[in-house]
């Protein structure tokens, strides 16, 4: 165990939280979401690589009085269900936090939490005084900790400020750099959803921001099914996730932008039969050459739109079969630059430009999901889509070459561009809404620049456009 403790305090408090003894377990032992609990917390990450047991390493940086900077935590017990014990070291702190869960019944359990503690150096001398000040925040902490176990925040509402950066056009595009999600993050609600159980389909799950949503979800207790194009990286990212969180991840090699092989994909599906809670339509890619597919289809348009329009129909009979199940749809904030088109969508040779027919069919997909979000609500189909900001993934790296180097140090780690898409999948307080757009947890505008809002003619025959595009790769449902 930690130190001997010589000039030892002790804090002890009990709190019973309306949630199972596994799911309480579960979201306190992944210690790094200790910052969505502890105001004190500026920061938390997990240091260590592997599934949360004895030996994982969390940083935790403190931000107040003589906790300011970090403090190194390793997990001593971890007893499933029962006791959890951290030793905590920073130049000025040391200390044993003493975590043990009773289950009370199906759906509440007690929480006793119990730190012994000692300042060192400099703050030694004012052990005594600083004792009350501390078990303040020890019990402000715990009382929060009751709130993130137990309060569904109210639904999502962007504020007068996110309408007006929408409008002035300029600084929302500055936040799809790092800094709209350092700013977003401020106002978040903590995630402790449990989604043991939850089955998930994940396109594009092997790389950059799919990847980063594999290992978060996993993380959150979901069984994930993730479907990519190159098997080596399937199998490497399903490795990955399996020993950071011992969960099994299932694998599915496709193209998919071979619209027999999406048939083919949700053929397999539907014959094995499970429900899916939460589809996500995140497989992409940007072609600065026109590439025709062998089945004659712009890729592009193949891909970005076709495909998820494909993949989703086919599959409507597995998302029915939950009482209530979620699509999220991963578009892009270049779809702004683009109003809807049927004729432009599979660019010809003649004008092609790759980030026009990406953003043509971002903006499809965005459409798309408010058609299916109104004609799926009596089945309580969930449909939203989402814009993961800039982030650095070897997608943009390869396809942007430029756009990487001059942003390069702006742009977001894959995990905080995903950090929406894991929220849309998880989060309690979204189960009434559909048909909206996000960037960091905010519903935002679709539009942001004059003529590219489309209109409801114009919509309608986008949607028989792809209805007639598909019905080769449609099942009957
Ligand atoms: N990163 C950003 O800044 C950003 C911004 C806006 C939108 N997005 C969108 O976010 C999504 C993820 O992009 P990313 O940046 O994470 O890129 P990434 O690292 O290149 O990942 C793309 C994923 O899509 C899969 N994929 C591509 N073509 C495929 C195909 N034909 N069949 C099956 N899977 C295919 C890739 O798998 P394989 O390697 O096996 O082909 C990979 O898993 C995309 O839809 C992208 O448009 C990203």
């Not at 790092?178 to 998930?200: A, D, Q």
């Not at 329009?309 to 009482?323: D, E, G, I, R, Y």
């Not at 929406?420 to 979204?430: D, G, H, Q, R, V």
Request: aromatic fraction near 10%; include cysteine.
């Amino acid at each position: 165990m930690g130190g001997v403790f010589l000039n030892q305090l002790h804090f002890k408090k009990s709190i019973i939280v309306k949630r199972s003894l596994a799911e309480a377990f579960h979201y306190i032992s992944h210690f790094e979401n200790c910052d969505q609990w502890d105001s004190s917390v500026k920061e938390s990450r997990k240091i260590s690589s592997g599934r949360v047991g004895v030996g994982t390493r969390f940083e935790i940086i403190f931000g107040f009085g003589p906790f300011m900077g970090p403090i190194l935590y390793e997990v001593k017990k971890y007893d499933e269900n029962n006791h959890l014990w951290l030793y905590g070291k920073g130049s000025s702190y040391e200390g044993e936090d003493k975590i043990s869960f009773l289950k009370i019944d199906e759906s509440s359990t007690q929480i006793n939490y119990e730190i012994d503690l000692e300042f060192k150096g400099f703050f030694k001398v004012f052990s005594n005084s600083l004792k009350d000040f501390i078990f303040r925040f020890g019990d402000r902490a715990l009382e929060d900790l009751k709130r993130a176990l137990e309060v569904v925040p109210p639904g999502p509402k962007a504020t007068f400020l996110d309408s007006m950066k929408d409008a002035l056009i300029l600084p929302s595009i500055l936040n799809f750099t790092k800094r709209g999600h350092k700013t977003g993050k401020k106002r978040w609600n903590p995630i402790s959803t449990y989604l043991g159980g939850k089955k998930v389909l994940l396109t594009g799950g092997n790389s950059g921001l799919g990847r980063a949503t594999a290992l978060g979800l996993a993380k959150l207790g979901a069984d994930v099914t993730i479907v990519s194009r190159n098997e080596k990286k399937n199998s490497e990212t399903a490795f990955l996730v399996e020993e950071e969180t011992g969960h099994r991840v299932q694998v599915e090699t496709r193209d998919l932008s071979l619209l027999e092989e999406v048939k083919d994909l949700s053929q397999k599906l539907l014959k094995d039969g499970d429900p899916i809670d939460i589809l996500i339509n995140n497989a992409g890619a940007l072609y600065n050459e026109r590439v025709v597919t062998s089945e004659g289809l712009e890729k592009s348009f193949a891909l970005l739109l076709l495909s998820p329009f494909v993949l989703t129909q086919n599959l409507l009979p597995l998302l029915k079969k939950n009482s209530y199940s979620r699509v999220i749809n991963v578009s892009s904030g270049g779809m702004y630059t683009q109003g809807l088109k049927l004729k432009g969508l599979e660019m010809r040779e003649e004008n092609y430009n790759g980030s026009v027919a990406y953003a043509r069919a971002k903006r499809g997909l965005v459409t798309l999901s408010e058609i299916w979000s109104k004609e799926w609500s009596p089945d309580s189909i969930n449909v939203n889509s989402m814009h993961p900001g800039w982030a650095d993934t070897p997608g943009v790296a390869n396809s942007l070459p430029n756009f990487h180097k001059l942003l390069e140090s702006q742009l977001r780690t894959p995990e905080e561009g995903a950090d929406t898409i894991i929220w849309m999948a998880s989060a309690p307080e979204l189960d009434q809404t559909s048909g909206h757009f996000f960037l960091d947890r905010v519903p935002r505008s679709t539009v942001l620049f004059p003529g590219t809002r489309p209109s409801k003619d114009l919509t309608k025959k986008f949607y028989d456009y792809l209805k007639e595009k598909a019905r080769p790769y449609l099942l009957e449902s």
